[in-house]
């Protein structure tokens, strides 16, 4: 069965310091890849996602991730974290259900930032 | 422009109560999805329409869960005699439509069952 696994539960990083939350997960096939960001109170926000093509995806607000098949992982990394980088992150493979659209979730990374 | 919303964003509802809750999405979405996330948990999905075409409810946990979308745009979730353990909050999302489209998300929905 697929699943997505999230090891970390919770990070602490210093402003300013480099940031990788990890995501490893089990799919048969080539999976669909997302990372979304959840702030308090408000929705799920998509940073990026990886179909095909380079497996070093550029997102939004500075995060990238990069897509290695054979640890079976899509780790997203920050260079320089800011305080409002607070969140809880999900990560996320696409293409599941019977219409091929769902997403199945990880339990999520709840990041704090230091000053 | 504007995104998805959902009505209500707070529920309590005492157990045994029907509740329904409303969904949004951004105009011109073929695909509407609802998920249910639990406390300290990820999102969890529970069906999918494709314009007013149900085509995926196989994550209702029970026949309580009922879910429609009879005019291809506005989705109503409807829990029927409402548990503790349906306390969750509700999140639903629209796309443009393929398993690569982004999915873009509403602020949910908190039910509190007491």
């Known amino acids: 069965a697929q699943s997505v696994t999230q090891p970390d539960i919770h990070i602490t990083v210093s402003e300013g310091a480099s940031l990788e939350l990890r995501c490893n997960y089990s799919?048969?096939?080539?999976?669909?890849l997302f990372w979304y960001v959840q702030s308090p109170g408000q929705g799920l926000q998509l940073l990026l996602k990886?179909?095909?093509?380079?497996?070093l995806v550029q997102g939004i607000k500075g995060f990238e991730a990069e897509f290695k098949r054979s640890q079976s992982s899509f780790n997203l990394r920050k260079p320089s974290v800011h305080w409002s980088d607070a969140a809880e992150y999900f990560c996320?493979?696409?293409?599941?259900?019977?219409?091929?659209?769902?997403?199945?979730f990880g339990k999520g990374t709840t990041l704090s930032v230091s000053s | 422009g504007a995104g998805v919303s959902q009505s209500p964003r707070y529920k309590v509802a005492k157990r045994g109560q029907d509740v329904a809750l409303r969904c949004d999405p951004i105009?011109?979405?073929?695909?509407l999805f609802w998920y249910q996330q639990a406390l300290g948990q990820g999102p969890e999905f529970l069906t999918y329409?494709?314009?007013?075409?149900?085509?995926?409810k196989s994550g209702l946990p029970s026949d309580r869960f009922f879910a429609e979308r009879p005019e291809g745009s506005v989705s109503t979730l409807k829990i029927q005699r409402t548990q503790q353990e349906d306390s969750a909050v509700y999140l639903c999302?629209?796309?443009?439509?393929?398993?690569?489209?982004?999915?873009?998300f509403g602020p949910g929905t908190r039910l509190t069952v007491l």
């Open positions: 999302a629209s796309s443009l439509g393929g398993a690569t489209d982004t999915q873009y």
């Open positions: 799919y048969g096939a080539t999976p669909y």
């Open positions: 990886y179909f095909s093509g380079d497996t």
């Open positions: 996320a493979v696409g293409g599941i259900g019977q219409a091929g659209t769902a997403l199945i």
């Open positions: 105009s011109g979405h073929v695909s």
């Open positions: 329409f494709q314009n007013e075409a149900q085509l995926d």
